[in-house]
């Protein structure tokens, strides 16, 4: 919907003040998208897809050879110039996605699940594309199922949950008032456990094979739980983002 | 009606896609229009001019070869406009997601849209002139008024290109082409007075014949090349330019249809 893909249904949308049903033009000229398909233009070499993209914002010719040129270097794809698309690796076709995206100079970034099966490798180095972007004061829109990727790129999140948005907070912040400091899991929690966790009245969920405590700063939970419950196995950990995920959306499939 | 403001000259671009790609495989794509007419040429002029002798049209005595020689031109026409905005389009959209790419900058759909037959209709004009050149070696037409078969080959193009372009916004699978091809291109290619006149068709069924758009692109092609025509070429400009703009109309409220969620 911001990048004028599907009309809104209801309501009004608007980007830097303006209406997107009236100005999808002038929104768009300031705009880079990073669509989750790969909508590369197969037809075309790597040079050329960045080439004729800067076409459709009727870059002038010469200023769009330059682009071209500092987004391939930029995205080390230089040596990749001359390549088809199709003989791209993954990683290496999101990065020519990313580097078209900017090739109007866009204001506003809107990334969709930029890393989404992508290689560790990969997609390390597109996080870091991303933060040098962001530095230098782009603002980026990202959607992601990934919370480790959330967490390393996002200034302000929101979590939403069929068309809704459930929470909104800088990551830490997320992490602090809905999933505690650390976590504790207990795989096959014993009766004494449970009515013990309850009875302190501790945040938790009860998962039937597997217990998840969640605990607050510094209530030496933790020694607790060694000495006295942990029978099979217990793992203690920070908490992170995919807790704060699991606990607000439900732990059953979306399908 | 559709909004004024979704068409701009920016429709070029995406005009210029196409001619980026074609630049790099017109070797093997300018073969067959060379190669197309002389077949045909060979077959019907030598293998079968001779069972038939000449064909009278418009008042005319002409030899077989000399009628149906502007009609190959008028179907290279329809061909390559038809197979671009069906086949090509429907690539590009659906397996390419090219459109796709292209929805997420200033272009419009409809310009995307209004590209697409443009080109086809700019394809019609690499094969006509192409076959043009071929034919007026061989003396099938005349010159300079030949000459305008280039402008009428773009013109062609844009109503099959149209046509073509619906059946992409409506087809489901690529395969059902065959069903448009088959039911419409063929007979169409049969019967609108290519290959024997129109006249000689049963009585009733002329109007059909009529009804082709085929039929005018081959009655102008016709006067163009060796100055004689059965029917107003008014009426065949007339029908081709309305033809173009209803099936442009329903192929942007189509692919509108399908592209856009």
Request: hydrophobic residues 45%.
């Amino acid at each position: 919907m911001l990048y004028g893909f599907s009309p809104p249904t209801r309501g009004k949308l608007h980007i830097f003040g303006m209406n997107i049903n009236t100005h999808f033009r002038r929104i768009k000229a300031r705009i880079g998208v990073c669509q989750q398909e790969n909508t590369l233009d197969p037809d075309l070499s790597v040079e050329q897809n960045l080439h004729v993209f800067a076409g459709y914002f009727l870059i002038p010719k010469k200023e769009a050879a330059e682009r071209t040129r500092e987004l391939l270097d930029f995205f080390a794809l230089s040596h990749k110039k001359d390549s088809k698309v199709m003989e791209l690796s993954g990683g290496m076709a999101r990065r020519l996605i990313l580097a078209r995206s900017l090739i109007n100079r866009p204001e506003l970034l809107i990334l969709d699940e930029p890393t989404t099966g992508l290689d560790p490798q990969s997609r390390h180095q597109v996080w870091e594309k991303l933060e040098e972007l962001k530095k230098t004061g782009l603002t980026v829109v990202i959607t992601t199922h990934y919370m480790e990727e959330a967490s390393r790129l996002c200034d302000r999140l929101v979590i939403m949950d069929h068309g809704e948005i459930l929470v909104d907070g800088s990551p830490e912040d997320l992490i602090d008032r809905y999933a505690g400091k650390n976590i504790i899991e207990i795989e096959g929690p014993d009766q004494a456990l449970i009515e013990y966790v309850k009875e302190h009245a501790i945040e938790h969920d009860d998962l039937g094979r597997r217990l998840i405590l969640y605990e607050p700063e510094g209530k030496g939970l933790n020694n607790t739980i060694r000495e006295r419950f942990c029978n099979e196995k217990c793992i203690y950990r920070n908490s992170t983002l995919e807790d704060v995920f699991l606990r607000l959306t439900g732990r059953e499939l979306r399908e | 009606m559709i909004d004024p403001s979704l068409f701009s000259l920016r429709f070029l671009r995406v005009w210029e896609r196409n001619l980026v790609v074609y630049k790099k495989i017109w070797k093997v794509n300018f073969l067959t229009p060379l190669l197309e007419p002389l077949f045909y040429i060979l077959a019907f002029g030598l293998g079968f001019s001779g069972l038939i002798g000449n064909v009278k049209y418009g008042g005319v005595d002409l030899s077989y070869t000399e009628f149906i020689a502007p009609a190959l031109i008028a179907t290279a026409v329809m061909w390559n406009a038809f197979f671009e905005t069906t086949y090509a389009s429907f690539v590009r959209m659906y397996y390419q997601k090219t459109f796709d790419g292209m929805l997420a900058t200033p272009l419009s759909l409809e310009e995307i849209i209004i590209a697409e037959i443009a080109w086809s209709a700019t394809k019609s004009v690499g094969a006509a002139t192409i076959m043009l050149t071929v034919l007026g070696l061989m003396g099938f037409v005349q010159f300079p008024v030949g000459l305008l078969l280039i402008p009428l080959a773009f013109f062609g193009g844009l109503a099959f290109g149209a046509i073509g372009m619906f059946f992409t916004g409506i087809i489901p699978t690529i395969d059902m082409f065959n069903l448009p091809i088959f039911l419409f291109i063929t007979p169409m290619f049969l019967f609108s007075g290519t290959f024997f006149p129109v006249s000689n068709l049963p009585v009733w069924a002329q109007p059909v014949a009529l009804a082709f758009p085929l039929y005018h692109l081959a009655e102008l092609a016709r006067l163009f090349s060796i100055g004689t025509n059965e029917i107003s070429p008014i009426i065949s400009i007339g029908y081709l330019t309305a033809f173009f703009l209803f099936f442009t109309n329903l192929a942007l409220g189509a692919m509108r249809k399908r592209l856009i969620q």
